[in-house]
């Protein structure tokens, strides 16, 4: 099981910025599939960015404002989220799986390990 620990969130104002980081202990995250995924209370866990060897993904609701990158080690994935809307309040978990198919794909898919997440609030 591939252990992920999501960091960097908070309480943002609409129209700030932030950097998500998703780090792995004892593995590279480079041969992975990658996804940024959220929840908001009362709605389904959704797919924001992902990233494969193919390319990336996002959805229409966070195209042109979030980015999804590795760093250099492969060790660390980042989101970075800028323009926050309040919508885009809720709690961010990454995840890992094996890299097959298109980054689309990955957003979509089933997965079931989750961490704990890290929780984002945008408020003014």
């Known amino acids: 099981q591939l252990q992920l620990v999501e960091s960097g969130g908070g309480l943002v104002q609409p129209g700030g910025s932030l950097r998500l980081s998703c780090a792995a202990s004892?593995?590279?995250?480079?041969?992975?599939?990658i996804g940024w995924f959220r929840q908001a209370p009362g709605k389904e866990r959704e797919g924001v960015a992902c990233?494969?060897?193919?390319?990336?993904y996002y959805p229409w609701s966070v195209k042109d404002r979030f980015t999804i990158s590795r760093n250099n080690a492969g060790d660390t994935v980042y989101l970075q989220m800028n323009r926050i809307e309040p919508e885009d309040t809720a709690i961010y978990y990454c995840?890992?799986?094996?890299?097959?198919?298109?980054?689309?794909?990955?957003?979509?898919?089933?997965?079931?390990?989750w961490g704990q997440g890290t929780q984002v609030t945008v408020s003014s």
């Open positions: 995840a890992a799986d094996v890299d097959l198919g298109t980054a689309q794909a990955m957003c979509t898919r089933e997965l079931s390990d």
């Open positions: 990233i494969t060897s193919l390319g990336t």
């Open positions: 004892g593995f590279t995250l480079n041969y992975y599939a």
